[in-house]
Structures are given as C-alpha cells and as structure tokens.
C-alpha cells in the first residue's frame, strides 16, 4: 500500500495526492540510502539524491510532495535548495535534518513555516511523526 494524503492548500481547495512522493537530498550515501529505505517501506514513494543540484535537474523537484535534506552539503546547501524550491513552488513540506549546532545556521534554517528541523542523530519514527503530520 502507497501512503496518500490530501493536502489542504491556503485557498481552501482540497488536493488529493496519489501517492505521497518524497526526495532525500544528502551527501551521506548512507543516510541517504537508510532513509530512502525507511520511507519506502512505510509506504511513501522516496527517491535519493547526493547533491542539491542533481536534484534541482531531476523531474522529481517538480513533482515531489515533500523535501527531506541535509543543511550542510557539499556545493549547495539545504538552506539554499529549500529557499529555491519555495519560490518555483508555492507550498512544499520541507524537513531539514543537521548535525550542525550553530544557531545562526539553525535559526536560517527555519526561517519558512513549512519546515521541521531535525537534529542528528533522531529516531526514525521521529521523522516518520513529521511526514505524519505534513500530511495527515
């Protein structure tokens, strides 16, 4: 069974969503692959990148139904991808996750409403509990 949700927009129209797809941006391969893993046998559509910018060139940052990335990466950050993806689109869940303490980066980091902040290391059902509550 594929996770699906409607998604309530500011306007008041209800949009159901088929298939909740969600895109884990981090260098860590093995997070990345971990998380992937984690969200697909939960139901959720996941696709991983290693980069901001591979991901910007997919098809996915068009269609995906919410964001998880790292803050600190290599090239461009996951504050730089969230501030790019929420002007092409005007409503997209995003989860940030960090090890970093710094609370100028921190407080950056949640300068959107549409956004958790998820320090390192966190449970897995502590990120599952967030696209909980993104989408249902």
Excluded: H
Aim: aromatic share 8%.
């Amino acid at each position: 069974m594929i996770a699906k949700a409607v998604i309530y927009q500011a306007s008041g129209l209800d949009i159901f969503v088929s298939e909740i797809s969600v895109a884990v941006v981090d260098d860590d391969k093995s997070l990345r692959n971990a998380l992937v893993g984690l969200l697909q046998v939960s139901d959720y559509s996941a696709t991983g990148f290693e980069s901001a910018e591979s991901f910007l060139d997919s098809a996915e940052a068009e269609a995906v139904n919410c964001l998880i990335t790292d803050v600190n990466m290599p090239g461009m950050s996951g504050i730089k991808l969230k501030k790019i993806m929420l002007n092409r689109r005007s409503y997209l869940p995003v989860i940030m996750i960090t090890a970093l303490k710094d609370k100028a980066v921190l407080e950056e980091a949640m300068e959107s409403e549409q956004i958790f902040l998820l320090e390192k290391p966190f449970d897995s059902e502590l990120l599952l509990e967030c696209l909980y509550r993104i989408f249902w």
